[in-house]
């Protein structure tokens, strides 16, 4: 198919960027994919959390449950809500091309930048969601260990909603994250594994050969914002005890920012302008 030729509309008559946003919501909430990643994504991190919880004082697992140490660790370690926050995301904008949809959405809205732009607020708001579920759970897991061993609980009720805020904020960002990379790639497979081997694989590798590098890898720098220590939540040869510290919660936040406008503003001049075909 040949691109698309519809000339922008007046700006007085241009659909308001918020209702962009809710028709975003509207296709997230009407498909059922984004409810089976929320799915997996709580299922993981229940399974993982009970896993930590239950090893928690032996060798190879976390403190024990009885100090902060270990209750810290399982509560903050809700890692896979993040990574999947990031693939929701990316399938947010590349499900347009897979399901062919695309052409409907450009003629309706022929800016594809605000296009782009109220799909990139929806994968935030969705991805948010995504990351304060898990933190629901890693914490429920925690208390409910806790509580059956008749243990205090140490984590006070302000790092508690630090830790709640920072898993929020780091979802909602990895979601946009997600969005510039889905529409760069434009294919949703492709785009998916690109996102989970990038965290999974890429950035462990990274870490684990330049430990300078690690606070400034955009996943690891989303769960330092949830209060995860540098390298628990790297996989493979990138996992283990760090001393290096982790960037202050401002400027992680700042980076994880100019990483999703940078790449939303590569997708917006390149792939997103492409032909549909």
Do not use: C
């Amino acid at each position: 198919m040949t691109a698309l030729t519809v000339a922008a509309a007046p700006a007085a008559t241009r659909t308001p960027l918020t209702r962009l946003v809710r028709i975003e919501l509207l296709k997230l909430t009407s498909t059922r994919l984004p409810y089976g990643l929320l799915a997996t994504s709580a299922g993981l991190t229940l399974l993982f959390s009970v896993i930590e919880a239950a090893r928690a004082g032996t060798s190879g697992g976390p403190a024990a449950l009885t100090g902060y140490a270990g209750q810290s660790a399982v509560t903050a370690g809700g890692v896979w809500s993040l990574i999947l926050a990031a693939v929701l995301g990316a399938t947010i904008s590349s499900g347009e091309f897979r399901h062919h949809t695309a052409t409907l959405t450009y003629l309706a809205t022929p800016s594809r930048g605000r296009v782009l732009t109220a799909k990139t607020a929806a994968g935030a708001i969705a991805a948010a969601a995504f990351g304060l579920t898990g933190y629901v759970i890693t914490l429920a897991v925690t208390l409910g260990f806790v509580a059956a061993k008749g243990d205090h609980f140490a984590i006070g009720a302000g790092t508690l909603t630090d830790w709640g805020f920072g898993h929020l904020v780091g979802a909602a960002l990895l979601g946009a994250i997600g969005v510039a990379a889905g529409s760069l790639v434009r294919s949703q497979l492709a785009a998916m594994l690109g996102v989970l081997a990038w965290m999974v694989i890429i950035e462990s590798l990274i870490g684990g050969l330049f430990n300078a590098a690690r606070p400034y890898l955009p996943y690891t720098a989303a769960t330092a914002l949830g209060g995860v220590p540098l390298g628990t939540s790297s996989f493979g040869p990138g996992r283990g005890a760090e001393t290096i510290a982790a960037l202050p919660f401002a400027a992680g936040t700042a980076l994880l920012l100019a990483i999703g406008v940078a790449g939303a503003l590569i997708a917006a001049r390149t792939t997103v302008m492409r032909d549909i075909g």
